[in-house]
């Protein structure tokens, strides 16, 4: 198994202060495994998953029994799933409160673990959050972290060489989606029954667990229509006449979805934006191999890379990056802008095959205090830098801009 992004990162700013980690993400896209090649690497430590019936009767009754008493050296704990217990963040307060001895420990889940039932109590201060995503190219290339302070001017002097399998490795990417599993198999007939069965998991137990509502036949008709709307601004108007229930079950069951990492929206960016659209947003898939649509499939790949880069950075406490859209009620839009700290920092715009700037670019350049602008294309070997006025666009393959970030 691939040695995954998030664990020099972990052993670097979060067990040196002997804070928990919470590493949440999508279904099978690699926490458990990252955890345990960090517990074996250590050689000191345990794994506790809920689903284990013994490891629930323990931490139902005597959870301060789940950390050894005495040890010479601090081992690594780990907690799979334990959102799914009932008060587990108080339960999981009392373990690490009472400690006699610094543990370094580790909650996995496949749910939002920053996302609390209320009434429960607060862990403020004793962990730190880090989502983890399913493999981008630069992180199968094993290519050194670039910081976003440098991100820009590396890729305009096109610091990096790319070698002809990195475009390979993208289309296989695009293919099979980043998710280990089949990636590593890169065969379409597993790739399905894979798939298939991850959704299955994601609505009939994982959402089952945090919601108890009954309509889940009604959740998975959802979910099939959502893959031909990637990409799009969803009507959540037309899924509620679809689906034939109100507007706030649309709204809820979205959220839900949202939760358990199988969907996330872009909402447009608003500030300073003339005539922007400010309540709809775009949906996008965190396993992309579902869609069929070509041009949907890839603009979900490049909106995953960039929010793959948007996270890993806020959560390692540089600054806060946000993934927003861009578009204008006259139906104009950049695709995708990163903002940080609030204030757009770098428009990237998706187009398939079409190596001409977007139109849509001198809509948009000058109303955001960017200096460069990015059109990301699938074609390979393309890099031209094109003028407007003082700011740049950058015409690049996808294999070109993927390769300099996480």
Not at 44 to 50: C, S, T
Not at 138 to 155: F, G, T, V
Not at 260 to 268: A, D, I, M, S, T
Request: glycine share 4%; net charge positive.
């Amino acid at each position: 198994m691939k040695n995954r992004y998030l664990i020099s990162t972990i052993n670097e700013i979060c067990f040196p202060m002997h804070k928990m980690a919470f590493v949440s993400g999508p279904r099978q896209c690699g926490k458990t495994t990252l955890a345990k090649m960090m517990l074996k690497t250590r050689k000191k430590g345990n794994y506790n998953n809920w689903d284990d019936i013994e490891f629930r009767r323990v931490w139902t009754n005597q959870p301060s029994t789940i950390v050894p008493l005495e040890f010479n050296e601090v081992p690594i704990i780990i907690f799979d799933e334990i959102h799914k217990a009932k008060m587990w963040k108080r339960t999981l307060k009392g373990i690490y409160d009472v400690l006699d001895q610094p543990a370094d420990i580790i909650v996995t889940g496949s749910a939002r673990l920053n996302v609390y039932k209320k009434g429960s109590d607060s862990l403020l201060g004793r962990y730190y959050h880090f989502r983890l995503h399913p493999f981008s190219l630069a992180e199968i290339q094993k290519r050194s972290m670039i910081e976003p302070d440098d991100l820009i001017n590396q890729i305009f002097s096109k610091s990096l060489k790319i070698k002809k399998s990195d475009f390979g490795c993208m289309e296989s990417l695009l293919k099979y989606g980043g998710f280990p599993e089949p990636f590593l198999a890169q065969d379409e007939r597993h790739a399905r029954l894979w798939r298939r069965g991850r959704v299955e998991k994601v609505i009939r137990e994982d959402l089952r667990d945090i919601s108890r509502i009954p309509e889940l036949s009604q959740i998975e008709m959802l979910t099939s229509l959502i893959p031909e709307r990637v990409g799009s601004f969803l009507s959540r108007a037309t899924l509620r006449e679809i689906l034939e229930v109100s507007f706030d079950t649309i709204r809820r069951w979205l959220d839900y979805l949202k939760e358990l990492y199988y969907v996330f929206e872009l909402k447009p960016y608003t500030n300073s934006i003339a005539r922007t659209l400010k309540k709809e947003g775009k949906i996008y898939l965190w396993d992309y191999s579902e869609i069929e649509a070509e041009g949907a499939r890839f603009e979900n790949m490049v909106a995953s890379h960039l929010l793959k880069f948007c996270h890993f950075w806020t959560d390692n406490g540089y600054d806060n990056f946000e993934l927003f859209c861009l578009r204008n009620k006259d139906k104009e839009e950049i695709d995708f802008l990163i903002c940080r700290n609030k204030k757009p920092w770098l428009p990237v715009e998706v187009k398939l095959n079409d190596v001409k700037p977007s139109v849509n670019w001198k809509k948009f350049i000058n109303q955001i205090p960017c200096n460069y602008g990015i059109q990301i294309v699938r074609k390979p070997n393309y890099w031209k830098c094109h003028d407007y006025g003082k700011k740049k666009i950058l015409v690049a393959s996808a294999a070109d801009i993927f390769s300099y970030l996480v």
